[in-house]
């Protein structure tokens, strides 16, 4: 039962990185239809970022606020302006195929122009353990998970809670009304944008000091938020929690219980049971198909 | 047809059938290589391009193919019987991930197909007692074929390329049948489709299977080619590579296929010197595609025709406005 409860627990603290992860890409679905496959390498160039910022000097924090900048410029910007605005009259498929285009480009780019070593990364929180009922659990465990639940929730209340929140809802459901009502469109896509690089670069920080720094570190990343995102539903930023949450737990218990080998696989199948029962993901709405 | 099609259809032909002779035993490799590849991705154009199913698993196909053949041949069997035998799983295998594809469509199409190669890749990897896992499976034989050894290099080629046109000539027929009507109608409106009668459900599936056949074929002649198989080239990042190579080739284009697996196959030798930001230059290009020609490079052509028509239509009423002023 101990062992059990250690394994839920820190299934717990990962899967919520998963959870950060597929908020960022539920939150682009809604407010402007993207799906964005170089979600992953959206986390990996942020922990490449910050260790630049850290290696000419500049404390974690400091690194972590230049980190943040630098994202809503590139990868909400740049990425909106330069691929996404471009290629939206054309259907999700383009944006789809350029944002393959694009992970591959970034993950080597980074690979030939820096370097292909894993490069390790500071924790945020002392090596520290805490002992419940025999079961050990490490700061860093809980903290991951704390952050992650926190950052989560606060997006979600500004969601609901703020007037901009609520003018970027009503875009998502109907820009037309939207603009009707004279809610600025393309700046509030342009926010879901920027909440998706703030949200990548704190995913980079809780998620790299356990997995490296490494070019490729996005993608397994990136896959496991997808399925997340899908298993919890694809249009509501709770389930992406809900889908991020069951993943990393199963995915530990499964690690341990059944074989290690096969744990990349766990998230496949918990997706397609849910397909195949639930196609609109478990706290999804029904989207009626449009002729 | 164009006279000009035709006359560079033929040029290709004869550049196929007469240049291997003169090349390095490399670039004669190179080229079944590419051909393999021809066939693979066509299955994919038909299921992708055609069809409009978004499958990023053809990797797995591919692989299933290549495996098939070579375990039977090291059990002891033919290739002859390897090669059905690979197709055949492929068509059973494609079904069966087709049902899943019922219920979901587009992006979920995708990640369910992109998770089934995964698994596919897993089970390469872990099932030492049947794939080899990483070792893989080595020293794999090339057939012979009427007595004729397909051993050397440019034997080899040939039997690709004889391969690739008896499978592009399938296609042909099959685009042109109702079969391929239905698929394409199914691409362009799925509800129009199922109203007109057409049985979305079985001609998906289908989709799917065939292009999976076209994987598994291309993956056994694979197997025997490179006579060495392991999990690495089945991945889903070879899935992806495969899905851009049909669409920078052009999607729902016949000869898509061709200039996809040439960009994905060939061009990399060409650039050797890039070496390791190859791939960086290769996903760039990708995005820049997208952005000016979504519709691949074979959209070209059409692209050019529609902007004279339309130069044409407003010069012409152009024309037809001045008559009226001058009346």
Redesign the interface.
């Known amino acids: 039962m101990t062992d059990f409860l250690q394994l839920f627990f820190s299934g717990m603290a990962t899967g919520a990185i998963y959870s950060l992860a597929a908020l960022g890409f539920t939150l682009l679905w809604q407010a402007s239809g993207t799906?964005n496959f170089a979600q992953g390498e959206f986390v990996m160039l942020p922990a490449f970022m910050m260790l630049g910022f850290m290696s000419i000097g500049a404390p974690l924090a400091v690194s972590f606020a230049m980190t943040v900048v630098l994202a809503v410029l590139l990868l909400g910007w740049v990425f909106k302006r330069g691929?996404v605005d471009?290629?939206f009259k054309?259907g999700?498929?383009?944006?789809?195929?350029?944002t393959?285009?694009?992970?591959?480009?970034?993950?080597?780019?980074l690979?030939?122009?820096y370097s292909a070593e894993a490069h390790p990364f500071p924790s945020l929180f002392a090596d520290k353990l805490f002992n419940i009922a025999g079961v050990t659990i490490t700061l860093a465990d809980v903290g991951t998970f704390a952050v992650a639940l926190i950052l989560v929730f606060v997006v979600q209340a500004f969601m609901t809670k703020t007037v901009t929140g609520r003018a970027m809802q009503a875009v998502a459901q109907n820009t037309e009304s939207a603009s009707v009502l004279g809610i600025n469109v393309p700046r509030m896509i342009f926010y879901a944008f920027a909440i998706n690089a703030v949200l990548a670069v704190a995913a980079a920080l809780l998620v790299t000091p356990t997995y490296l720094a490494k070019f490729d570190m996005g993608e397994s990343l990136g896959?496991k938020a997808?399925?997340a995102a899908?298993i919890g539903g694809f249009n509501n930023s709770r389930g992406a929690l809900l889908g991020g949450l069951i993943v990393g737990v199963c995915e530990n218990l499964a690690a341990a219980y059944i074989?290690p080998?096969?744990k990349?696989?766990v998230?496949?199948v918990i997706?397609?049971v849910v397909?195949?029962f639930k196609?609109q993901g478990l706290l999804g709405k029904k989207v009626e198909?449009k002729? | 047809m164009k006279k000009i099609t035709l006359i560079l259809i033929a040029a290709c032909a004869i550049l196929l059938l007469a240049a291997p002779p003169f090349l390095k035993n490399y670039g004669v490799y190179l080229l079944s290589y590419w051909l393999v590849f021809v066939i693979a991705t066509m299955g994919l154009n038909l299921t992708v391009g055609y069809a409009g199913q978004k499958s990023l698993g053809h990797a797995a196909f591919f692989g299933i193919g290549a495996y098939t053949v070579a375990i039977l041949m090291k059990a002891g069997f033919s290739f002859w019987l390897g090669l059905p035998a690979a197709a055949l799983i492929c068509f059973i295998v494609g079904i069966a991930l087709g049902f899943p594809a019922l219920r979901v469509q587009t992006i979920y199409l995708a990640f369910a197909t992109l998770g089934f190669n995964t698994a596919v890749w897993l089970v390469m990897r872990n099932e030492e007692w049947l794939t080899g896992g990483t070792f893989g499976i080595n020293n794999i034989a090339r057939p012979s074929l009427f007595g004729y050894s397909l051993e050397g290099n440019l034997a080899y080629y040939y039997f690709v390329l004889g391969t690739a046109v008896v499978l592009g000539a399938l296609q042909w027929g099959l685009l042109r049948s109702p079969w391929g009507k239905a698929f394409t109608a199914l691409r362009d409106n799925p509800i129009r489709a199922e109203s007109l009668g057409i049985n979305t459900r079985s001609y998906t599936l289908l989709s799917f299977a065939i292009g999976a056949v076209y994987a598994g074929i291309a993956g056994a002649l694979f197997a025997s080619l490179v006579q060495f198989i392991e999990p690495a080239p089945f991945t889903v990042g070879a899935s992806i590579m495969m899905y851009l190579m049909v669409v920078v080739g052009g999607p729902g284009y016949f000869l898509g296929p061709l200039l996809g697996s040439a960009v994905g196959v060939i061009l990399p030798e060409w650039l050797r010197f890039a070496q390791a930001w190859y791939l960086f230059v290769f996903g760039s290009a990708v995005v820049l595609l997208m952005i000016w020609l979504p519709d691949g490079l074979l959209s070209i052509p059409d692209r050019i025709k529609a902007k004279r028509q339309a130069r044409e239509a407003s010069a012409a009423r152009a024309a037809a406005a001045q008559q009226q002023g001058a009346r």
Request: glycine share 6%; hydrophobic share 65%.
């Open positions: 799906i691929l471009p290629l054309f999700m498929m383009p944006i789809v195929v350029a393959i285009g694009l992970s591959i480009a970034m993950r080597n780019g690979r030939a122009g896959n997808f399925f899908i074989s080998a096969y990349d696989a998230a496949l997706f397609m397909i195949l196609p198909r002729v």
